[in-house]
Nanobody, 126 residues
Framework: QVQLAESGGGLVQAGGSLRLSCVAS????????MAWFRQVPGKDREFVAG????????YHADSVKGRFIVSRDKAKKTMYLQMNSLKAEDTAVYYC???????????????????WGQGTQVTVSS
């Protein structure tokens, strides 16, 4: 069972940048997918970005394209989310998640994942 732990959240002014990290412990086999979701109180958890561990293929939500970049370092078993040009509406708790065997059509679905980190708060002041 892979366990995940996020870090890197904090308070930043609008227009600023932050980088989130998610370290995986345990064995990662072929076919693993990792992703970032975010959630604000009273709303559903929403997909932000994801990466196919084997191929390195990247996926981003339309709301963050051109501002956020997801990446992964296989040797460190770490996924990153570089967040630039942050806006007040990016304020949320950001969660790292992963699972083996996620099909492409489900990559953006919260229900496709079974392992989650504890979350890290990102607050953007306007």
């Amino acid at each position: 069972q892979v366990q995940l732990a996020e870090s890197g959240g904090g308070l930043v002014q609008a227009g600023g940048s932050l980088r989130l990290s998610c370290v995986a412990s345990g064995r990662i086999f072929s076919g693993y997918t990792m992703a970032w979701f975010r959630q604000v109180p009273g709303k559903d958890r929403e997909f932000v970005a994801g990466v196919r561990w084997d191929s390195g293929n990247l996926y981003h939500a339309d709301s963050v394209k051109g501002r956020f970049i997801v990446s992964r370092d296989k040797a460190k078993k770490t996924m990153y989310l570089q967040m630039n040009s942050l806006k007040a509406e990016d304020t949320a708790v950001y969660y790292c998640t992963g699972r083996h065997g996620v099909i492409l059509s489900s990559l953006r679905d919260v229900g496709a994942y079974d392992t989650w980190g504890q979350g890290t708060q990102v607050t953007v002041s306007s």
